[in-house]
């Protein structure tokens, strides 16, 4: 099993920047499959980014390509979003999830395909 704790979300203004962390612990980081979900009230949680095991394939939701950028250290056991000109409607709590899988350069994209998942994050975007 493994353990994820994300940090660094807070309040920004429109345009600017923010990078969150996921910390992972308790399990070999790179057996998993990584990526960023977010949240807000009364909807569901929805994909932002994911990235393979190895191999640093990566999806993004084509609301924030261009804008954020996902990373990982598997030396760190960390996975970092970096996200840039943001806008109001990125408001939400983040979630760092990582999943199971044996392929290395698979990319997963569906919520249901994540085995584990952090507390969440609040990223605040005024405008």
């Known amino acids: 099993q493994v353990q994820l704790v994300e940090s660094g979300g807070g309040l920004v203004q429109a345009g600017g920047s923010l990078r969150l962390s996921c910390a992972a612990s308790?399990?070999?980081?790179?057996?998993?499959?990584v990526g960023w979900f977010r949240q807000t009230p009364g909807k569901g949680r929805e994909f932002v980014v994911g990235m393979s095991r190895i191999l640093a394939r990566t999806a993004y939701a084509d609301s924030v390509k261009g804008r954020f950028t996902i990373s990982r250290d598997n030396a760190k056991n960390t996975v970092y979003l970096q996200m840039n000109s943001l806008k109001p409607e990125d408001t939400a709590v983040y979630y760092c999830?990582?999943?199971?899988?044996?392929?290395?350069?698979?990319?997963?994209?569906?919520?249901?395909?994540?085995?584990?998942w952090g507390q969440g994050t609040q990223v605040t975007v005024s405008s």
């Open positions: 999830a990582a999943a199971t899988t044996t392929r290395s350069e698979v990319v997963k994209m569906m919520r249901s395909d994540y085995n584990y």
């Open positions: 308790g399990s070999t980081f790179s057996n998993y499959a």
